[in-house]
T-cell receptor, first 107, second 112 residues
Framework: DAKTTQPPSMDCAEGRAANLPCNHS???????VYWYRQIHSQGPQYIIH???NNETNEMASLIITEDRKSSTLILPHATLRDTAVYYC????????FGAGTTVTVRA | NAGVTQTPKFQVLKTGQSMTLQCAQD?????MSWYRQDPGMGLRLIHY???????DQGEVPNGYNVSRSTTEDFPLRLLSAAPSQTSVYFC???????????FGSGTRLTVV
């Protein structure tokens, strides 16, 4: 399984963009990058995924480098409700979670 | 659509008891998985299934059994509960194409 490396924590000001980095240097050509988040003790919530191209949906944008060894999740206008643990996962039909990044959005 | 339904939401067991955590989805998803999350920790994969009749072990399978006789249901059986199995258990399902797993709301299990 390709492993991912994320910073353990980061702070963000409310209303500003939050850029969450992820390294996945051993990713294979057909493996997707997925992002999930977990708010408090709820079940994880799917955010976005991508293979090669940058992706955008109503929640976030995903930027994947050309060599696919790293990616960045962008929350364009962070709110207090975006405070959560964010997980970057390389998907090979089973989802294995790492430690994630604890994001705290401050007013 | 109800999504992924887990029952019960809370359970207290005595050491040595057995029980089954239920998970059902109504989205016709091929993939289903079980995770446990200990306090302050990340999710760890217990067992997963890529379709009816097909199951495989995840990172922490010991002490748990699963079966997948239908597409909709993926029960998790604790054979002989131990205090180390005190945790929150999450079930999840997804299309094979991987549009993202949908998670249930969890079962909070305490073994005394």
């Amino acid at each position: 399984d390709a492993k991912t490396t994320q910073p353990p924590s980061m702070d963000c000001a409310e209303g500003r963009a939050a850029n969450l980095p992820c390294n996945h240097s051993t990713i294979s050509g057909n493996e997707y990058v997925y992002w999930y988040r977990q708010i408090h003790s709820q079940g994880p919530q799917y955010i976005i995924h991508g293979l090669k191209n940058n992706e955008t949906n109503e929640m976030a944008s995903l930027i994947i480098t050309e060599d696919r060894k790293s990616s960045t999740l962008i929350l364009p206008h962070a709110t207090l409700r975006d405070t959560a643990v964010y997980y970057c996962i390389v998907w090979d039909y089973k989802l294995s979670f790492g430690a994630g990044t604890t994001v705290t959005v401050r007013a | 659509n109800a999504g992924v339904t887990q029952t019960p939401k809370f359970q207290v067991l005595k050491t040595g008891q057995s029980m089954t955590l239920q998970c059902a989805q109504d989205m016709n998803h091929e993939y289903m998985s079980w995770y446990r999350q200990d306090p302050g920790m990340g999710l760890r994969l217990i067992h997963y299934s890529v379709g009816a009749g097909i199951t495989d072990q995840g990172e922490v399978p010991n002490g748990y059994n699963v079966s997948r006789s239908t597409t909709e249901d993926f029960p998790l059986r604790l054979l002989s509960a131990a205090p180390s199995q005190t945790s929150v258990y999450f079930c999840a399902s997804s299309w094979a194409g991987g549009d993202g797993y949908t998670f249930g709301s969890g079962t909070r299990l305490t073994v005394v």
